[in-house]
């Protein structure tokens, strides 16, 4: 009798030890579903926010005329809330990069928008190439040098 009640609690024990480690391996995976879901979601916030400040300083340098495009080549540093902050506080980086061309008739603007992760430029999070032509002017100035 002895032996039997012996082989029972064993069995007991050996069931209990495959049910926690079922129910281990079972949170382990949970956590990490969970925590690949975070950033998915982290990365889903960032471009976003990415392509919302973008489309802003898009609109805004397509109303500028071609002498204030001349002068708009900037790095605008935001914080995790997407407003300008000084270069210490920003999460992010908004870099504006402007190349004019002289065309037959006026001048064309390219316009590249590059919103990059403040703290390490080479992790971009979006980017926007734009364009824009000025009937009637010229990219050239009397030096015969681009603006």
């Given at each position: 009798m002895s032996?039997?009640?012996?082989?029972?609690?064993?069995?007991?024990?050996?069931?209990?030890?495959?049910?926690?480690?079922?129910?281990s391996f079972s949170a382990a995976i949970a956590m990490m579903?969970?925590?690949?879901?975070?950033?998915?979601?982290?990365?889903?916030?960032?471009?976003?926010?990415?392509m919302a400040i973008v489309q802003s300083a898009a609109e805004t340098d397509r109303s500028k005329s071609l002498d204030e495009v001349r002068t708009n080549s900037e790095s605008i540093y935001?914080?995790?809330?997407?407003?300008?902050?000084?270069?210490?506080?920003?999460?992010?980086?908004?870099?504006v990069e402007i190349d004019l061309e002289d065309r037959p008739a006026g001048a064309m603007a390219l316009l590249n928008y590059i919103?990059?992760?403040?703290?390490?430029?080479?992790?971009?999070?979006?980017?926007?190439?734009?364009?824009?032509?000025?009937?009637?002017q010229s990219g050239i100035g009397s030096a015969g040098e681009v603006n």
């Open positions: 032996k039997k009640a012996f082989s029972r609690s064993q069995l007991f024990l050996i069931e209990l030890i495959v049910v926690v480690l079922f129910f579903v969970f925590g690949k879901a975070h950033e998915l979601s982290e990365d889903a916030k960032a471009l976003n926010g990415a935001l914080n995790e809330n997407w407003v300008k902050s000084t270069e210490e506080d920003a999460e992010y980086l908004l870099k919103v990059s992760d403040a703290s390490d430029a080479e992790d971009i999070i979006y980017t926007l190439e734009t364009k824009k032509y000025y009937s009637g």
